[in-house]
């Protein structure tokens, strides 16, 4: 059971933006230390699912095909 933690924190309205970034930014990391430990959504595992099926059918195009209409259209306005 989880229990309940202030949010914010005490303090944490105190501190300037550069500050709560870092905290947010700490945090996180804590959190991202044990992969493990992050539960995945269903929908995220769905949508690598697709995405992988989607690209061995070969609906993909190569970089520089891709780089040459990008070039190609920058040219022209």
């Known amino acids: 059971m989880s229990r309940k933690v202030p949010n914010p924190p005490p303090g ?3 501190l300037t933006v550069d500050e709560k970034l870092n905290y947010v930014q700490s945090l996180w990391d804590r959190v991202a230390a044990k992969p493990e430990t992050v539960p ?3 929908w995220h595992l769905e949508l690598i699912e697709e995405r992988l099926r989607r ?4 609906a993909g195009r190569p970089w ?3 780089r040459d209409e990008l070039l190609a259209r920058l040219r022209q306005s």
Do not use: K, L, M, S
């Not at 690209?55 to 070969?58: E, F, H, L």
């Open 40 to 42: 995945v959504p269903e």
């Open 55 to 58: 690209n061995q059918t070969g």
């Open 12 to 14: 944490f309205d105190e």
């Open 64 to 66: 520089a095909e891709v």
